[in-house]
């Protein structure tokens, strides 16, 4: 909570107004004590939250996903009912209407009891799941699908709306299905969350401006493909710059830069085939603390008429917050945003062909500039850059491993160097865990920090075990 408060307070000072938390497990629901995590608040610290952020003038809007993005609540019997797939617990049956209702009543009555504000955000994004199941392909097949999530999308609304409150909604999924926009309840706000593609991408854009809604826009600064070893700076950078200038040109009422530190997708540890043991969030992502420098350029973008001008802005930071000179802000620029490619079963998605062994030399490049690089100022902030990259040479490393162990030269005799090489790299970690522990100590629980290391340096244990013979 005191993290919280700080980076309200920080949001405060630099103009933002409003605070969209998606609390998932970590809020007390008293009638529901199943869905509360391990790290769940009080109800004292989230009134004390709400209060602490109103007195700066911060409106606090509760996320509660309610459609799809609810594995954490799904995962339980007592909910099992109410899931589109026995084996997929992402998403809701929306045919389940009097048990969805009386679910998402109780969340949102008490959500409403500590929070402020006029809004509930109901969530409603990606429902990939939408007709899956039986009772639901019945009713698609007579009246479709848009039919089919309108009617459940304004059972939701209507609970808000019998709160006192005004219902917030992702746009995608109605994007997809436009027939079904204006049959939302007028005052419903829909967020036009896009990360960098076309206006059309979700679907016809021009049916949601058509609607006679209010609209907010959602660039990102964390978003996929991003996760502990991968962060796309430029994309997120480019992203600011095109689409927050967008979002003004066409009159949408408010901008919100979402932060994802998980996929908000679980993969499950199955007990048997019909019961899970426990869920992990798939793609964690490094933690905000390390995302100063892209918050500060969403906050520039926001107050300014003009799109963002990436390489002045990062001058402008790296000489105020750092005392880099314009030459070496431009090497860190040129740092952050090379080969922020992804590796997918050996493979890397590079628009060029590009080995991994390619790919880490690029990275080590990258390593070696940044330490080259000497802040004279913040120089906790400029260690989040070297720890990233360094986690990433990391990963990179393991890959080039497992990437030859999958070859078919590799025999019984190359096994020894191949656990020097995974031993040597295992003591790596072990200096990268330090070093996330002390950079993100105050961000994040003792046990999420053990959970992020361990997490992280999984697979290079899980080889070096296989590939290990009893003596």
Aim: with cysteine; hydrophobic share 35%.
């Amino acid at each position: 909570m005191p993290a919280l408060k700080a980076f309200a307070k920080k949001l405060s000072d630099d103009g933002i107004n409003t605070l969209i938390m998606e609390w998932e497990g970590t809020y007390p629901f008293e009638k529901h004590p199943l869905i509360p995590n391990r790290y769940a608040y009080t109800k004292a610290e989230i009134v004390g939250f709400v209060k602490y952020c109103n007195g700066l003038g911060i409106d606090v809007i509760p996320l509660q996903q309610s459609f799809g993005h609810v594995e954490y609540i799904l995962r339980h019997e007592k909910y099992k009912e109410l899931r589109e797939d026995q084996k997929d617990y992402s998403q809701v049956c929306p045919l389940q209407i009097k048990q969805d209702s009386a679910l998402f009543t109780d969340l949102y009555t008490e959500l409403a009891s500590t929070h402020t504000s006029k809004y509930i955000h109901i969530g409603g994004d990606e429902t990939y799941l939408l007709g899956h199941d039986e009772r639901c392909k019945l009713k698609v097949e007579k009246e479709g699908k848009s039919k089919l999530y309108i009617d459940y999308i304004r059972m939701l609304c209507g609970i808000v709306i019998k709160l006192g409150k005004t219902p917030v909604l992702w746009a995608d999924i109605a994007m997809k299905y436009p027939e079904a926009i204006n049959l939302l309840p007028k005052g419903t706000v829909l967020v036009d969350w896009n990360y960098g593609w076309s206006m059309n991408n979700f679907g016809d854009h021009q049916k949601l401006m058509q609607g006679g809604y209010e609209i907010w826009g959602a660039p990102a600064l964390r978003s996929h493909p991003d996760n502990y070893f991968l962060t796309q700076w430029e994309k997120h950078f480019n992203n600011i710059r095109s689409f927050v200038p967008v979002a003004r040109d066409l009159g949408y009422k408010g901008i919100v830069m979402t932060s994802w530190s998980t996929s908000g997708a679980y993969s499950p540890v199955w007990e048997t085939d019909e019961n899970v043991a426990d869920l992990y969030a798939i793609r964690h992502v490094y933690p905000i603390s390390g995302f100063n420098m892209l918050l500060a350029a969403y906050i520039e973008s926001i107050k300014s008429p003009k799109p963002l001008d990436i390489e002045q802005f990062i001058a402008r930071y790296c000489k105020t917050q750092y005392g880099l000179n314009q030459q070496q802000s431009a090497l860190l620029w040129r740092a952050l945003k090379t080969a922020p490619y992804e590796v997918q079963q050996g493979e890397v998605k590079s628009p060029k062909p590009m080995s991994i062994q390619q790919l880490l030399d690029s990275t080590k490049w990258v390593a070696n500039t940044l330490n080259s690089l000497k802040p004279l100022k913040n120089q906790q902030e400029f260690e989040h850059y070297r720890l990233m990259t360094d986690i990433r040479v990391y990963y990179l490393t393991y890959e080039e491993i497992e990437k030859t162990v999958n070859s078919s030269s590799f025999k019984v005799n190359k096994i020894p160097p191949t656990l020097e090489q995974l031993r040597k790299l295992m003591l790596t970690g072990d200096e990268l865990d330090k070093r996330f522990i002390a950079l993100n100590k105050n961000y994040l629980y003792s046990a999420e920090l053990q959970q992020e290391n361990d997490l992280r340096n999984t697979k290079v244990h899980i080889l070096y075990n296989r590939l290990s013979r009893k003596k």
